[in-house]
């Protein structure tokens, strides 16, 4: 997916072949570098149908798997054939990297916890998720000397990243429950189903995915050079399929 929104957009604002290719694989390792040390802390051993990194080869291998993806990320960056932009790129890469550890760290602390505050599970996923999806746009703005619409990047991607989560936790919220081997984990159902008012929580998370999804994509075609094309495309088929 993220390859994907990169090379559209990377296309939209009229990057090269070989700079698009560096960027999207950056974005792309960062984001499986993230997978593997997610299911080490969450101990899960299936990702995708298929056994986790850990899972086969064991947790020392995995975190060093993970590290190797992130340090093959600014690889990718340093083949960006205007060396006066690796800088700025480099610097926005940190800040995602960041940002998603910050979420991730609020998640852990979250664990086996009844939270019932629907506001702060959008913020851990925005932080958590959000900042890798919207890290192809900005690297293909800032290369593209476009930087005075970063800002309006999070209009798309913070309300696309939690109908996102939410799409997932529909369909995780089994594993997502507490159980003996496993600790109950952050569900948007979860969260909601603490909430008085709320008679059907699965019911009321489909309706505010959708909700978040159409608002996306509203956001995502007022981006220049039909640059939020395919995250607008892509946000209207998630609310469809949810």
Sequence with gaps: MRVKLC????????????NIICLAAACEL??????????????????????TVWAVYGQNVAICT?????????LSISNFDRPEFIGKLIQKIHQRIALVINGQSADIALKDKLLNDIVLYEQVVIAKSGALIGLPL???????QMTEWLPKTASVVE??????QIFDDLKDLKDDMASDSKQRSLNAILVLEQLHDCEDPTKMARQLA?????????????LPNNLGHQFAELALYMADQI
Excluded at 7 to 12: C, E, M, P, T
Excluded at 66 to 74: I, Q
Excluded at 138 to 144: D, N, P, Q, R, T
């Design 159 to 164: 309300p696309f990243s939690i109908g996102y």
């Design 210 to 222: 959708r909700k978040k999804f159409k608002q996306a994509a509203i956001n995502a075609n007022s």
């Design 66 to 74: 993970g590290d190797l993806f992130l340090s093959a990320a600014y």
């Design 138 to 144: 900005e690297l293909c703005l800032i290369s593209a």
């Design 30 to 51: 960062i984001h499986n570098a993230s997978l593997i040390h997610d299911d080490i802390q969450d101990r899960d051993e299936f990702r995708r149908g298929k056994k």
């Design 7 to 18: 090379v559209h957009a990377g296309l939209s604002v009229g990057l090269s072949k070989e």
